[in-house]
């Protein structure tokens, strides 16, 4: 049987997502925080202060999750949620100092992983990688 290009991409998505899933769950695991906590807190480290819809949005969730999630971060000193002046019913969250720190360590973590898969490509190869990704992401999610 002929294995299409699409079947072997195919396999090699799923291979790339069972390995991120793994280093992911096995990073969170070192820490205090669940995975979707630790996705929130990529997204407000890359953020001053998002609300609550915004927040939900980038992570592809409903702002039901969301407010869990985040209630679950206030509780862990990590977030922070303020209503705006304009309109009280409107929260914007940040992190706090805690948080902040958090953040940093996450994302280290995921800066090391980059750079160890950017070490088996080349220059060319990796503004490609970079140039595909960003094509993906904005076309498909």
Do not use: C, P, Y
Not at 10 to 32: D, K, M, P, Q
């Amino acid at each position: 049987m002929t294995i299409t290009i699409n079947e072997e991409l195919t396999h090699e998505l799923l291979a790339f997502f069972n390995g991120f899933s793994s280093w992911e769950n096995s990073i969170v695991r070192s820490s205090e925080l669940t995975v979707s906590e630790a996705h929130a807190l990529e997204v407000l480290g890359e953020h001053e202060r998002i609300n609550m819809k915004g927040l939900a949005q980038k992570l592809g969730v409903t702002t039901g999750t969301t407010t869990v999630t985040v209630d679950r971060l206030e509780k862990k000193s990590l977030a922070r949620r303020e209503s705006t002046k304009e309109d009280r019913r409107v929260n914007l969250i940040s992190l706090t100092d805690v948080g902040k720190k958090a953040f940093e360590e996450h994302h280290d973590f995921h800066m090391h992983l980059t750079e160890q898969m950017t070490a088996v490509l080349s220059d060319d190869e990796i503004k490609q990688f970079l140039h595909t990704l960003k094509k993906i992401n904005t076309e498909t999610f």
